[in-house]
């Protein structure tokens, strides 16, 4: 509380900041990338948190048939503005991983008393909403790139993108989550009636469908993210499970508690020495301007372009604010491993050589601009309180004269 109200700081930068101080660059405390496996690890533990995020966090807290009556937006949102963001990362840095904007860092920010008091509740659904979506909609924008890399021919490697991304992963994944939604929350509704679930269960109901839509999804090879997105908004579609539990406070709880441990596993897993490797072509300075190249351009011009489009975002400096607000965190760091998990397998290591440089440079790069994101969104959030204070004072000095 303090530190956003008073600091206005979020979450996500104080965790990171204890991470890098246990991490190797400073105590060495814990060091994981030492770890046996630790690309896996890193990609499992991301996986986890922002499967049970995106049915907690986002899909149960979001207004009743939200996605009914903003459609639009969220069309406009998932679309248009992805597709934007997508080509613009490309045109600097050839990565799909940073496209999606993350829901862990976004709800670390939009979450809480001083964004309920700062932040208008139109822009705080909206940006919930599409963080929680497009993390699951960043892998056909990945898997192109990866297929057309892969595949020597290019009908082939669109062919492929169209039945196993576009369909088996991301339709398949929408199309399992309504069902499980829908069913678990008839299931728990007949079951609350009947009084046979206790209260500590029926809290914790929503981090077990997240877990059973991952084992799911996992074993059918679908996207389990998105999965769990749609899961959450068809089990709170009539907004009952939300009512019965925003007395308990159970889901800040775990909210707080993995934005937490998965901000300071992010600050430990840095690779410092790997921002300045003349082999790889990389210094600070470039990484500094790619960094901020990515944090203007990546999505606050189409935003301002389409709003005019998005009924949810009602002025424009809702529209910069939304604009600016885009953060990198750990859906990032999930897409590099998976995509350093099939660069792998289309640019295989000779015996005795080390990894191609294309694969080489994701886990830098990546991680260098979702640090940037961190430090930059976790400390600017105050700028949409600092303009309504300049509005007011405004007003007052003009209503004086």
């Given at each position: 509380m303090f530190i956003k109200e008073r600091l206005f700081l979020s979450e996500a930068f104080v965790a990171v900041i204890v991470g890098i101080i246990a991490g190797p660059l400073v105590s060495n405390g814990i060091n994981p990338c030492v770890w046996e496996n630790s690309d896996e690890v890193t990609k499992q533990l991301t996986r986890c948190v922002i499967a049970i995020q995106v049915v907690m966090a986002v899909g149960i807290e979001l207004p009743k048939h939200y996605f009914q009556k903003e459609w639009l937006t969220m069309f406009m949102l998932l679309i248009p503005v992805m597709l934007f963001m997508w080509l613009t990362s490309g045109l600097i840095i050839w990565s799909a991983c940073i496209c999606p904007t993350d829901p862990i860092l976004a709800n670390s920010v939009i979450k809480g008393r001083f964004?309920?008091?700062?932040?208008?509740?139109?822009?705080?659904?909206?940006?919930?909403?599409?963080?929680?979506?497009?993390?699951?909609?960043?892998?056909?924008?990945?898997?192109?790139?990866?297929?057309?890399?892969?595949?020597?021919?290019?009908?082939?490697?669109?062919?492929?993108?169209?039945?196993?991304?576009?369909?088996?992963?991301?339709?398949?994944?929408?199309?399992?989550?309504?069902?499980?939604?829908?069913?678990a929350r008839k299931l728990l509704q007949w079951s609350e009636r009947h009084h046979l679930i206790d209260k500590p269960s029926f809290l914790s109901f929503a981090i077990a469908l997240a877990l059973f839509l991952m084992s799911m999804t996992g074993f059918s090879g679908s996207d389990d993210v998105l999965a769990c997105f749609v899961a959450g908004n068809a089990f709170s579609w009539d907004n009952w499970f939300r009512r019965e539990t925003e007395e308990a406070h159970f889901q800040d709880v775990i909210d707080m508690m993995l934005n937490l441990a998965i901000f300071v596993y992010i600050g430990a897993i840095i690779p410092w020495g790997s921002f300045h490797d003349p082999v790889l072509g990389l210094t600070w300075w470039r990484l500094v301007i790619i960094a901020l190249l990515i944090l203007l351009f990546r999505r606050l011009p189409i935003v301002l372009l389409l709003k005019p489009f998005m009924p949810a975002i009602r002025t424009y400096r809702e529209a910069i604010f939304s604009g600016w607000f885009g953060p990198m965190g750990v859906g990032a760091v999930f897409l590099s491993k998976i995509a350093k998990e099939e660069m792998e397998q289309v640019y295989p290591r000779a015996e005795g050589q080390e990894d191609a440089v294309a694969i080489r440079l994701i886990n830098p790069i990546v991680l260098f601009i979702v640090l940037s994101s961190i430090l930059v969104h976790g400390t600017t959030i105050p700028l949409f309180k600092l303009g309504k204070r300049i509005r007011s004072r405004t007003l007052s000095f003009a209503s004086t004269s």
């Open positions: 964004a309920e008091k700062h932040v208008p509740s139109n822009i705080r659904n909206a940006l919930s909403a599409e963080s929680g979506a497009n993390d699951g909609m960043g892998f056909p924008f990945l898997f192109l790139a990866i297929f057309l890399l892969g595949e020597d021919n290019v009908g082939k490697a669109i062919g492929k993108w169209i039945y196993e991304t576009c369909l088996f992963q991301i339709a398949l994944s929408c199309v399992i989550g309504v069902i499980v939604g829908y069913v």
